[in-house]
Structures are given as C-alpha cells and as structure tokens.
C-alpha cells in the first residue's frame, strides 16, 4: 500500500524517469522491452493489491450499516 502511494508522488516519479533514461543508455533495446513488462506487470499487481483493499473494507463497511440497520429494527 506504501509502495503505491509513493509511485504517485511527483517528486520519486522524476528520479524514476531520470534513472530509467540514464539505464536505457547503459543497457541494449532488447532487454528495455522486457524492463516495460516488469513495470506493466507491478503496475497491474499494485491495482489488484489496492482493488482487494477497496473490496475488504467495502465488505466491513457493508457489514457495520447491517448491523446498524438490524439495531434499529430491533429498537422498533
């Protein structure tokens, strides 16, 4: 979670660039394609790692309003 929070500061996300350009002229083409779709790849993991988190605390939050809603029938 940490770790996609600090990919979207502008601040780490200019180093990144500037150390990827600088490795792009040390490094031949072939294997700069296959640097992309490591990137890709974490990218995607990160999505699923945060959508999992949205899913878990969705499913708390649904499951406190059921309990609310069911206190307040039984209050009824």
Do not use: D, V, W
């Not at 502008?10 to 792009?24: K, M």
């Not at 002229?25 to 394609?33: A, F, G, L």
């Amino acid at each position: 979670m940490i770790h996609t929070l600090k990919l979207h500061s502008p601040a780490f996300s200019s180093s990144l660039n500037t150390r990827q350009s600088f490795e792009r002229r040390r490094i031949p083409s072939n294997s700069c394609s296959l640097h992309g779709i490591t990137r890709s790849a974490r990218f995607f993991l990160n999505l699923k790692t945060l959508y999992m988190l949205i899913l878990k605390s969705g499913r708390l939050i649904f499951k406190i309003m059921m309990r609310k809603q069911i206190l307040k029938i039984q209050h009824e």
